[in-house]
């Protein structure tokens, strides 16, 4: 056992997403419009995820199952798939945050 054994944590190997979360991306998927999937390269801290974004920059992110699983999510949901290293994240994500951002400030100093 090496000194870092006891603190990985152990891969799963599976090539799909958890039903749980296959049936939330299909879901997510049907209720809005113009879906693309944006793979996430695995981490220290976390597996391969996929983020999907609509049309309006709304996102959601989930687990797939490693690479081949979000290309094969692709597949089965008809949506693109595009890795987010080569293509970065979509402007439109990132304005729909800002969005939410200034929302909830909003919120917060009417609450005041």
């Known amino acids: ?5 006891r603190f990985s944590r152990p891969r799963s190997g599976r090539s799909q997403a958890s039903p ?9 998927t049907r209720t809005h419009l113009g879906v693309e999937a944006y793979v996430e390269p695995q981490t220290t801290v976390t597996d391969v995820t996929v983020v999907l974004v609509a049309a309006d920059g709304e996102w959601t992110r989930r687990r797939v199952g490693g690479e081949r699983g979000a290309r ?18 979509p402007q439109r994500m990132r304005d729909h945050d800002a969005r939410r951002r200034i929302e909830r400030k ?5 609450d005041l």
């Open 1 to 5: 056992m090496g000194l870092f054994d």
């Open 20 to 28: 749980e979360d296959a049936a939330h991306l299909a879901n997510w």
């Open 72 to 89: 094969k999510l692709g597949e089965d949901l008809r949506i693109p798939v595009y890795d987010v290293r080569k293509t970065g994240y």
């Open 106 to 110: 909003r919120e917060r100093e009417r």
